[in-house]
């Protein structure tokens, strides 16, 4: 989100402060106090939500809290006299006290089947140059889709824990929509119940996920398009493409399955599964990020500090603990074992060695389902490709040249 207030202007999608439009370089801890206290401008924040936000709840002592903010009131100009941004409430904690301004208008635009009931709120505007788009299922539901680029269109398939406009400046997922959408025409949507979607679900199930496919692509009018499936995504693209071959040039599948955790035969990986439903319906919603930390962990083992913060935050943001609980439910059950010998459709399928989230063996599985598909395996533990891991530009070169072999329509 962005917050603006006289002439700053705090940037939670770049990270960064500016001040008159130039960037004032400071510790990340103390950008992310600012940023916290900016979005919880309407209440006191507690020294233990600060430790808890910022240090990831380790011992941290008086001292080290008030040198942070004291940093944070020298890069807005303010002072623990003066209090004109970050005020001490005496005996409880510290509160942002500033008036918050609407941020300069960027190039994202907003369209809706009905305007009028998806008002953006102009504080929370993203600078990106992406179009956010909703359409409605046929069972009701709001799906926010985003449209970036030109050129040959790829669409990627939803995953959970997604929020279209957060991710777009992550540095968990910006490097792979970037090269997504370099000389393409870049779809992707919140999957239902995250993100910029409809929250308030009756039905999570791969009949539901691939008809919300097939809802985003005849509303963005599309005829001809590559697939871009990422875990539960890999299963989506092949039950869509098994029921309209005809409009798929192509599938990128990395990380997937064709099977979920209930479908396979090992029972070590399905009552580990069952454990973590536990965790996120007890531990998703709260403040504590310890409980966050445990996916973030499994997913990008070798993310950096802030790569674990962005993450971490997005799965606060994206969805709520019932959500992700009641979706991991039902990637459980998926199986789209017995469609795959039928689709013909050029494929490339990639998978890190010592993925912790979804198999190595699945991948390959998934592979040799598939009559026309390539296996790439590529090394590394992390689940989401991260730009700096030496898998990612062999990552890139794969897809690249696979693009560049599809038959022309």
């Known amino acids: ?14 990270f960064e402060l500016r001040h008159k439009g130039v960037v004032r370089h400071i510790e990340p801890l103390v950008l992310g106090l600012i940023l916290f206290l900016c979005e919880n401008r309407t209440r006191v924040l ?5 430790v808890d936000r910022l240090w990831d709840g380790r011992s941290v002592s008086d001292s080290a809290i008030s040198s942070c903010v004291k940093s944070a009131r020298k890069a807005l100009g303010d002072s623990g006299e003066r209090q004109a941004y970050i005020r001490t409430v005496h005996g409880r904690g510290y509160r942002f006290v500033a008036d918050l301004t609407a941020p300069i208008p960027d190039q994202v635009s907003i369209s809706a089947e009905n305007p009028s009931d998806r008002t953006p709120d102009p504080i929370s505007s993203q600078r990106t140059p992406q179009e956010v788009r909703f359409c409605t299922t046929s069972d009701g539901v709001g799906l926010a889709y985003a449209v970036t680029g030109e050129g040959v269109p790829i669409i990627k398939v939803a995953t959970w824990m997604s929020h279209i406009e957060h991710d777009w400046h992550s540095p968990i997922w910006s490097h792979l929509l970037r090269a997504l959408m370099q000389n393409n025409c870049l779809v992707r949507y919140d999957e239902r119940g995250n993100g910029l979607s409809d929250w308030e679900i009756e039905e999570f199930s791969l009949e539901k996920f691939v008809s919300d496919l097939e809802t985003v692509i005849d509303a963005a ?9 990422l875990s539960q995504g890999c299963a989506i693209s092949a039950a869509y493409a098994a029921r309209h071959l005809e409009r798929v040039r192509g599938m990128i599948l990395y990380g997937g399955y064709s099977r979920g955790w209930k479908k396979r035969e090992m029972k070590i990986e399905a009552e580990q599964e069952e454990a973590l439903l536990t965790l996120v319906r007890h531990g998703w919603g709260r403040d504590n990020p310890a409980f966050r930390q445990v996916f973030t962990s499994l997913f990008v083992p070798d993310a950096t500090a802030e790569q674990m913060l962005w993450y971490n935050e997005l799965q606060r943001i994206s969805t709520t603990g019932e959500n992700a609980a009641r979706i991991e439910h039902a990637l459980g059950t998926i199986d789209v074992s017995d469609l795959l010998p039928n689709i013909a459709t050029p494929t490339l399928v990639l998978h890190t060695r010592d993925d912790a989230v ?3 063996s699945e991948g390959r599985r998934l592979a040799k389902l598939l009559p026309n598909a390539r296996f790439v395996t590529l090394e590394g533990r992390n689940h989401m490709l991260l730009e700096t891991e030496p898998a990612w530009p062999r990552f890139l070169d794969e897809v690249r040249f696979f693009l560049n072999s599809l038959p022309k329509d």
Not at 3 to 10: A, G, I, L, Q, T
Not at 221 to 229: I, N
């Open 1 to 14: 989100m962005n917050y603006c207030f006289d002439d700053f202007e705090v940037d939670g999608g770049t």
């Open 46 to 50: 507690s020294r233990d939500e600060l």
């Open 221 to 229: 009018g599309l005829d001809r398009f590559v697939l871009f499936g």
């Open 358 to 360: 979804v198999p190595f």
